[in-house]
């Protein structure tokens, strides 16, 4: 038979008591709510200043993410880039046209597969991409700049094993 298990903490916080073998249900109650509130505010909180700070330029994050790719990936299809930023066709097919209409990037055909569309920067793009860069990576200095490497680097760990969780549920979920 399983035992309750109260403490003055569950008392006075209000949760319900809760067995040793029973899993929580109700979140709050979850060891690992917190992380998941605080992942969650973060990076709410990350994409609005980084669109604050983006504002001057007249690109969003969903551009940035475009044109960053575009920068390292150059000739990329629209295929992987939606791939490689978990974006369907349909927000891909929103934005790029954004980004082509201000002169920014440009589709080319590839030369061995007709049906397939690479995109790149055009010089505009470059260097609007280039400000953007500077604008990032002094947000992620601001960020997190007072932080230990070793703590920035095992925050990435955990958060790379959720991706890969998240991301094998969605391909079973596709499957």
């Known amino acids: 038979m399983n035992k309750v298990q109260v403490s003055s903490d569950d008392a006075v916080a209000g949760s319900a008591p809760q067995t040793a073998a029973a899993a929580p249900t109700v979140p709050w109650d979850h060891p690992r709510f917190s992380s998941w509130i605080s992942i969650g505010q973060a990076c709410q909180l990350m994409q609005q200043s980084l669109a604050r700070s983006l504002a001057p330029l007249d690109i969003k994050p969903p551009h940035l993410d475009i044109l960053v790719n575009l920068y390292r990936f150059e000739g990329i299809s629209q295929q992987a880039l939606a791939r490689k930023l978990l974006v369907g066709r349909s927000n891909m097919s929103m934005l790029l046209p954004q980004l082509e ?10 030369e061995k597969d007709r049906r397939v569309l690479r995109l790149f ?8 991409t280039q400000e953007a860069m500077v604008i990032q990576t002094a947000l992620i200095e601001k960020m ?5 490497v070793e703590d920035c680097e095992a925050v990435a760990r955990s958060m790379q094993r959720v991706i890969a969780l998240l991301l094998a549920e969605q391909a079973g979920e596709e499957g």
């Open 144 to 148: 997190l700049g007072t932080a230990p």
């Open 121 to 128: 920067l055009t010089e505009t793009g470059r260097g609007l």
């Open 101 to 110: 209409k201000r002169g920014l990037i440009e589709r080319r055909g590839d």
